[in-house]
């Protein structure tokens, strides 16, 4: 890096399209690379094609579960938040569940939803949507229709929501949760529920001082880093909404925990139906809730399928190995 005067930002940045085939690396970006001696690629995620050879795809898992590694402060504080976290935890035996929540501003703006309703909330999102997508959602001819995009399972989990499904999937209000999340939109209204029926409920925030948090608070990336590390660890993993978080930490744990670990990825569809009907009640509700986690619960080991991402689905590319000395470490017992 001497050469670069030890600046990232000198380094020759090499743009790739998206889901590019490992002959164009041979044809194109090798010779730079040869040439330059190092590169940087820019954006970097799902710069290659799903479809690879099977020594590439261990190759990938290998980078992706083992070799990269996150910076040490993140790696200390994240440490400390997983120990601080097991002994809050320590009448369910150092366990608990992790949920990964997505209801910050830009969330619930871009996802069209309609939440509390009323003039204030529209008013309120539409001016969001605005400042981060200008002119996006307003150009002619755009039709949007909450409704639909409700009942297709688009819509952002609520708070009140998650914690409904959660109590009625048999998780008691002693359950200890890891809340991984941004900052909440309209969070002291919004968190009340979800706090009530899980008083247990903590988050970085709730487990590291202000001076702890300071060095990364205004990075998104790093405070995603440090839930990404404490949710790896966790007894179980629940997903509210898609996107490189739940999908990378899906197949982070499957590679640790030998191909399968507690999931729950609801199915969003089914729970806009039962959330909206006026008619269902608890007895009913929790009947279709524990259906739902037990389904989660007994898909096992699940085998990559052409054109899905071998980092949510590493098995059976990167945990088929030639011998037992070549397997990953087991990470601390949970």
């Known amino acids: ?38 590169i ?33 402060p993140i790696t200390a504080l994240s440490d400390t938040l997983i120990s601080r976290m097991r002994e809050k935890s320590v009448e369910n035996n150092g366990k608990y569940v992790a949920v990964h929540l997505r209801f910050e501003e830009d969330m619930v703006a871009f996802s069209c939803c309609v939440f509390d309703g ?16 200008r002119g996006k959602f307003t150009r002619p001819g755009r039709v949007i229709r909450p409704g639909a ?20 999937m048999g998780f008691s209000n002693k359950t200890s949760i890891y809340l991984a999340s941004g900052r909440i939109y309209k969070a002291e209204k919004n968190m009340a529920p979800l706090l009530e029926m899980f008083p247990l409920l903590q988050t970085k925030e709730t ?40 999908h990378f930490l899906l197949g982070h744990r499957r590679y640790l925990y030998g191909g399968h670990s507690k999931t729950i990825k609801p ?44 980092y949510t689905f590493p098995s059976p590319d990167c945990m088929c190995h030639p011998n037992k000395s070549e397997r990953p470490k087991p990470i601390q017992a949970r």
């Open 1 to 38: 890096m001497e050469r670069f005067s030890n600046n990232l930002s000198n380094v020759y940045n090499f743009k790739i399209k998206a889901w590019s085939p490992i002959q164009y690396y041979k044809d194109v970006v090798l010779p730079k690379l040869i040439e330059e001696r190092l």
């Open 40 to 72: 940087r690629i820019s954006p970097f995620a799902n710069r290659l094609s799903v479809d690879a050879p099977p020594a590439v795809q261990r190759l990938r898992c290998l980078a992706n579960f083992e070799a990269l590694k996150f910076s040490k």
């Open 118 to 133: 009323g003039d204030e909330e529209k008013k309120e999102l539409d001016e969001a949507r605005e400042r981060g997508w």
């Open 149 to 168: 995009i409700r009942m297709n399972g688009k819509c952002p989990l609520t708070p009140l929501e998650v914690g409904l499904m959660l109590r009625g």
């Open 207 to 246: 487990l590291a001082s202000d001076e702890e948090l300071a060095p990364f608070k205004n990075f998104s990336s790093r405070m995603a880093a440090i839930d990404y590390s404490v949710c790896v660890h966790s007894e179980v993993f629940v997903t509210t909404q898609g996107g490189n978080f739940p």
């Open 267 to 310: 199915d969003k569809r089914r729970l806009a139906i039962l959330f909206d009907s006026p008619r269902i009640g608890w007895k009913s509700l929790k009947r279709q809730l524990l259906n739902m986690r037990s389904h989660s619960d007994a898909k096992g080991i699940q085998m990559k399928r052409a054109n899905e991402s071998v």
